[in-house]
């Protein structure tokens, strides 16, 4: 009988040899093994940069073409204005050559000159600097005075009825009508003009400042910082006038317009800036017994206040829809 074949018996492992785990035994990838763009798409590894909120409102505001034309003619009215004194003197806007009135445009004089001879571009520039210069002045103390007074009574409970039934009694006074009768009792001239107009216009300020801090005010995070025993000027400073700034700076930048309008105004009727010194509504109301001898000399006062007025109008619009959270996106 053939016998079966023997397996021949395991040989015993030394005690010094160990059975290699299967985790042992898997090789690890070399570096040249590894796909660089493996690991470039995990999520950790992609950085996200949140955009500033300013560049957001920039961008939002460059979108709107209207607001950008505005932007672009009022810089360059406002820097032909502010720059001018480095170019044209002043002696320029008073000095008289009544044998060369109404004369047509030369190199000497571009735009001609007015009943007197003076060089009418050199007054319509000089003009409208005195003109936007009243608005913006203006438009700050308004903004001071008035947005101060609308911050504290919107924030301390205390001060908001007495200082709202003021307001109340200005508002029902017709804004140039009140203007008009703080310069009757101050004098005619420039400083007056701009104290007569901020005040006029500062119930307007003070009503959507209030408004505007009313609606930050009931915020949790106010009323953590007040639990958390921070003062009232840092609330104020550091998280309520942030938190408005877009309004503000929409309702100055409106409000700067009808401010321009009113010193024009006043200007017009004789309540305001007064000869021989150029603005543009004194220069619409001199040139009111020339429209059909020089009509020019109406033309350019009245265009350079429809173009500025309408120019801040545009910003301002532009304004309001990039601060406007809900136009994001």
Same mark, same amino acid.
């Given at each position: 009988m053939?016998?079966s074949p023997? #397996?021949p018996?395991?040989?015993?492992? !030394? &005690?010094?040899?160990?059975?290699?785990?299967?985790?042992?035994? #898997?090789?690890?990838p070399?570096?040249k093994?590894? +796909?660089p763009?493996e690991?470039?798409?995990e999520?950790?590894?992609i950085i996200?940069?949140?955009q500033s %909120? !300013?560049r957001e409102?920039?961008?939002r505001?460059? $979108? %709107?073409?209207n607001?950008?034309i505005?932007?672009?003619?009022?810089?360059?009215?406002?820097?032909a204005?502010?720059?001018?004194?480095?170019?044209?003197?002043y002696? $320029?806007v008073? $000095?008289q050559d009544?044998?060369?009135?109404?004369?047509s &445009?030369?190199? *000497?004089? &571009?735009?001609g000159?007015?009943h007197?001879?003076?060089?009418e571009l050199?007054?319509?520039?000089?003009?409208?600097?005195t003109?936007?210069?009243?608005?913006?002045i203006?438009?700050?103390?308004?903004?001071?005075v008035?947005?101060?007074?609308g911050m504290?009574a919107?924030? /301390?409970?205390? =001060? +908001? %009825? @007495?200082?709202m039934r003021?307001?109340?009694v200005? !508002?029902?006074?017709?804004?140039i009508?009140?203007?008009?009768?703080?310069?009757s009792?101050?004098?005619t001239?420039?400083?007056?003009?701009?104290?007569?107009?901020?005040?006029?216009?500062? &119930?307007?300020?003070?009503?959507?400042?209030r408004?505007?801090?009313? *609606?930050?005010?009931?915020?949790? /995070?106010?009323?953590a910082?007040? !639990?958390?025993?921070?003062s009232d000027?840092?609330i104020?400073?550091?998280?309520?006038?942030?938190?408005?700034?877009g309004?503000?700076?929409?309702?100055?930048?409106?409000?700067?317009? =009808?401010l321009?309008?009113?010193a024009a105004?006043l200007?017009?009727?004789?309540?305001?800036?007064?000869? @021989?010194a150029?603005?543009?509504?004194?220069? =619409?109301?001199?040139?009111?017994? /020339?429209?059909?001898?020089?009509?020019?000399?109406?033309?350019?006062?009245g265009?350079?206040?429809?173009?500025?007025? #309408?120019?801040?109008n545009?910003?301002?619009?532009?304004?309001r829809?990039?601060?406007d959270p809900?136009?994001?996106?």
């Amino acid at each position: 009988m053939t016998e079966s074949p023997t #397996t021949p018996p395991e040989k015993a492992l !030394a &005690p010094s040899e160990k059975t290699l785990e299967p985790s042992e035994t #898997t090789l690890a990838p070399s570096e040249k093994d590894i +796909d660089p763009s493996e690991n470039s798409l995990e999520p950790s590894n992609i950085i996200f940069r949140k955009q500033s %909120n !300013a560049r957001e409102i920039w961008r939002r505001f460059r $979108k %709107n073409r209207n607001a950008m034309i505005g932007l672009v003619l009022f810089v360059i009215v406002f820097l032909a204005c502010f720059v001018a004194p480095l170019f044209i003197s002043y002696g $320029k806007v008073t $000095k008289q050559d009544i044998r060369h009135r109404f004369a047509s &445009p030369t190199i *000497s004089h &571009p735009l001609g000159t007015d009943h007197f001879g003076r060089d009418e571009l050199a007054r319509l520039l000089y003009g409208g600097r005195t003109t936007m210069a009243i608005g913006l002045i203006a438009a700050a103390l308004s903004l001071l005075v008035g947005g101060s007074l609308g911050m504290l009574a919107a924030y /301390y409970d205390r =001060l +908001d %009825n @007495p200082v709202m039934r003021l307001i109340d009694v200005l !508002a029902s006074i017709p804004p140039i009508l009140m203007a008009l009768a703080i310069v009757s009792a101050l004098g005619t001239n420039l400083q007056n003009v701009v104290l007569a107009i901020a005040i006029a216009r500062m &119930p307007a300020f003070c009503r959507v400042i209030r408004a505007a801090v009313l *609606s930050v005010s009931d915020q949790e /995070y106010i009323e953590a910082a007040r !639990a958390g025993g921070t003062s009232d000027l840092r609330i104020l400073t550091k998280h309520v006038i942030p938190n408005c700034l877009g309004t503000i700076i929409v309702q100055t930048t409106m409000n700067m317009s =009808l401010l321009m309008l009113a010193a024009a105004s006043l200007s017009f009727i004789g309540m305001g800036v007064q000869p @021989p010194a150029p603005e543009w509504g004194a220069m =619409l109301s001199e040139a009111r017994e /020339y429209m059909l001898q020089a009509t020019s000399l109406m033309v350019l006062p009245g265009l350079g206040i429809v173009l500025v007025t #309408t120019q801040l109008n545009l910003i301002g619009d532009g304004l309001r829809d990039a601060f406007d959270p809900k136009l994001k996106n």
